[in-house]
């Protein structure tokens, strides 16, 4: 099955600084890849994804890129603000199977 | 508003109780999902409903027992749980099959004493 590593577990930045999320994943037939934002007291949501057609997608702050060859996906945010201080999950989807990575923790210094 | 509801929002229990976790979606979705959420640990999945039918079963103790009488609605009945069962309980939907999103609600914060 597919098989998902996240790194770093934990990220801390100064505000107006990037951050840099990156997975990897086992299962070359997936084809989907979501970014999840969880804040504390709330179940992840959906920032963005890409599918496995396109290899960057772009939306205002946050980026996602895509290296099938590779097997590796990251999550680009930049000029960072204290609200983007959260959980981030990424995801690799090969139709109804969905494998999450363990998560990076966020913290952007104000 | 994520479009997926649970409640409650927290649940304390002992060992011995029995109680239940609703999910409940409106969003025209055919399919849900049980995830348990512990500390540290990737997203654990429990168990998988499409169009009312159970399609998986992640390996979960039968001290968990999922029910979906309609496609909007998902419960987790508990029994008989141990310490090591306090997490938080995620409930999420999707429409279709495919590259489609999960849309997850909030979480019951469970507490097992």
């Known amino acids: 099955g597919e098989n998902v590593e996240q790194h770093p577990s934990t990220l801390s930045v100064q505000e107006g600084d990037s951050a840099v999320i990156k997975c990897t994943y086992s299962?070359?037939?997936?084809?989907?890849f979501p970014w999840y934002k969880q804040e504390l007291g709330k179940g992840p949501q959906l920032i963005i994804d890409i599918r496995s057609n396109v290899g960057e997608k772009k939306d205002q702050r946050i980026a996602v890129t895509l290296n099938k060859t590779a097997k590796h996906f990251s999550l680009h945010i930049t000029e960072t603000q204290p609200e983007d201080s959260a959980v981030y999950f990424c995801?690799?989807?090969?139709?109804?199977?969905?494998?999450f990575g363990a998560g990076t923790r966020l913290t952007v210094k104000p | 508003e994520t479009g997926v509801t649970q409640t409650p929002r927290h649940l304390v229990m002992g060992m011995t109780n029995k109680k239940s976790l609703k999910c409940e979606q409106h969003l025209g979705h055919n399919a849900m999902y049980w995830y348990k959420q512990s500390a540290k640990k990737p997203l654990e999945l429990m168990f998988v409903?499409?169009?009312?039918?159970?399609?998986e079963n992640n390996s979960v103790p039968s001290r968990f027992s999922p029910e979906c009488p309609n496609s909007s609605h998902l419960f987790l009945h508990l029994h008989t749980l141990q310490p090591e069962d306090s997490a938080l309980y995620l409930c999420?939907?999707?429409?279709?099959?495919?590259?489609?999103?999960?849309?997850f609600g909030d979480g019951t914060r469970l507490s097992i004493l």
């Open positions: 999420a939907s999707r429409l279709g099959e495919g590259n489609q999103p999960q849309h």
């Open positions: 299962d070359s037939a997936s084809n989907y």
């Open positions: 995801a690799a989807n090969n139709n109804n199977d969905m494998r």
């Open positions: 409903y499409n169009f009312k039918e159970q399609t």
